[in-house]
Nanobody
Framework: QVQLEESGGGLVQPGGSLNLSCLAS????????MAWYRQAPGKGRDAVAR???????DYGISVKGRFTISRDYYKDLAHLEMNNLKSEDTAVYYC?????????WGQGSQVTVSS
């Protein structure tokens, strides 16, 4: 069983930066990927960024070049650095972890971009 602890997020003005962190703990099989998804009000949940076990990364088109995902493999800790934030980035961000046997979700962190 994996427990996910999310931290970060909050309120920032357009053009600003925020960081999110996701710490996985507990007893579990090997983590294959760590990722963030986001869900804006009235919309579906979309993939934002993913880091694979080999260190390769994937980004959603709307965040590529602005967001950076990284992972500390010793701590099973993932970071999402978000720069040049826009109002359309406002959403609840969910940490997602996929192990060799199942998928886990964090509780969600609110990110609001507003002047």
């Amino acid at each position: 069983q994996v427990q996910l602890e999310e931290s970060g997020g909050g309120l920032v003005q357009p053009g600003g930066s925020l960081n999110l962190s996701c710490l996985a703990s507990g007893s579990y099989h090997r983590i294959e990927t760590m990722a963030w998804y986001r869900q804006a009000p009235g919309k579906g949940r979309d993939a934002v960024a993913r880091v694979h076990k080999d260190g390769s990364t994937d980004y959603g088109i709307s965040v590529k070049g602005r967001f950076t995902i990284s992972r500390d493999y010793y701590k099973d800790l993932a970071h999402l650095e978000m720069n040049n934030l826009k109002s359309e980035d406002t959403a609840v961000y969910y940490c997602n972890v996929v192990t060799t046997v199942r998928e886990y979700w964090g509780q969600g962190s609110q990110v609001t971009v507003s002047s």
